[in-house]
């Protein structure tokens, strides 16, 4: 990877170069981040981002559930918030609502779990997604019939230039599995909101739910979750199945058996073998029904 930032403004957190990310993101494969960075708290990524030449593109990630990082590595900063960044706690909002504050490092069950615990419900299918705050935030994060967009108040963010800025929901232009986040913009924090219900009702519905997923998903995989968005009024599993491509193999990447818009890193699968894959999918779709598959994973960095 050839180097675009050589050097970094001060930083009170760490910044390691050719920081390994394959070591965390879900698929395990990839190159590393030209840097990766962890800043100490807000106030530091805030001084960090202003202090870097605005040239050096910027990338948040959280747990990389739903990453596909190209074997080149990613040039630049990637942004990793420390566990310090992690803290959830609840407040009363307005109209007897309840809202759920969560730093963005925070994992989607541990924001469903403080909710639960403190009986506000609405929030309970964060529980099944398994990554961050920030990430669910960006993607808009869904499943079983609700998304991050519905009980989303407000997202603090620090713009690229460093600026901290708190938008409200409708400011971040949210549809399906999209939102108007601007680039290299970091999400450090967001205010949730659900409505008053029982611990015990809101425990056994996120039961339900993890239970669902258990049975559909391959959930303990080297996956990236669903690799296509669902087209209007169709399925991405369907369509793929109907091509032909359940189980389809390249190198050590793996179309999943059990929901066919998860591909699965069987072990030694490079992300080139896994983005082929996708791209050998979506021709195959394309083929058999004539319709276009959307990635819905988000590749980043450049190949090998
Ligand atoms: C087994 C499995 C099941 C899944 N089920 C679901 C599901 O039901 N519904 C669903 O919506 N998704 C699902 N996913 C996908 C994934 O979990 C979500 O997209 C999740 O929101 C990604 O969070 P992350 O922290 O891992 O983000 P990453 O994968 O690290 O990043 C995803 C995107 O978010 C951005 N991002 C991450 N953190 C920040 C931040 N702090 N500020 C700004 N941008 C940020 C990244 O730049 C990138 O563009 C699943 C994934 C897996 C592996
Ligand atoms: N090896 C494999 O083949 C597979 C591995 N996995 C991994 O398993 C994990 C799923 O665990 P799950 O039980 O669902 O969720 P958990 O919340 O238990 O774990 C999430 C993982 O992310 C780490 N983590 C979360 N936030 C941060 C942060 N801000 N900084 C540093 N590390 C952080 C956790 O570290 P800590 O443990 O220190 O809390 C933990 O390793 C995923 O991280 C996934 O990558 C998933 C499928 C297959
Ligand atoms: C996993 C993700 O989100 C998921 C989310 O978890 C679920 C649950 O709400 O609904 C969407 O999947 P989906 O439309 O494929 O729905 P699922 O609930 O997974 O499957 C629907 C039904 O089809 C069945 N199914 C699925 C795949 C398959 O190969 N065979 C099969 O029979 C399942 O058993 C289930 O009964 C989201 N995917 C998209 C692209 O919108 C993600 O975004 O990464």
Known sequence: M???????????????????????????????AEWLVRP?????????????????????VGVGSNLIVRDGGVPGVVVRLPKAMAKVSVEPGTKGLWRVRAGAAAMGISVASAARDAGIAGLEFLRGIPGTVGGAVRM????????????????????RDGRIETWAAKELGYSYRHSLLPRGAVVVEALFEGVPGEPAAIGAEM??????????????????????????????????????????????????????????????????????????????????????????????????
């Not at 920081?19 to 993101?25: E, N, P, T, Y």
């Not at 808009?140 to 407000?154: K, M, Q, T």
């Not at 991405?236 to 059990?258: F, P, T």
């Open 207 to 304: 039961d339900r739910i993890a239970a669902e997923r258990e049975a559909s998903q391959p959930l303990r995989s080297r996956t990236g979750g669903s690799t296509f968005k669902n087209p209007p009024f169709d399925k991405a599993w369907r369509l793929i199945d109907e091509a032909g491509c359940r189980g389809l193999r390249r190198g050590d990447a793996q179309v999943s058996e059990k929901h066919c818009n998860f591909l699965l890193n069987l072990g030694s699968a490079t992300s080139a073998d896994i983005e082929a894959l996708g791209e050998e999918v979506r021709a195959a779709v394309k083929a058999k029904s004539g319709i276009e598959l959307e990635w819905e994973i988000q590749r980043v960095g450049v190949v090998k």
């Open 2 to 32: 050839s180097a675009v930032c050589t050097a970094l403004p001060p930083l009170r957190g760490s910044a390691e170069h050719e920081g390994k990310l394959a070591d965390f993101i879900w698929f395990r494969t990839g190159g590393p």
């Open 40 to 60: 100490a708290d807000v106030r530091d990524l805030s001084v960090f981002m202003a202090g870097l030449d605005p040239e050096t593109p910027v990338l948040p």
């Open 140 to 159: 808009n994060a869904g499943a079983y019939g609700r998304d991050a967009s519905d009980i989303l108040v407000e997202a603090t963010i620090v713009l």
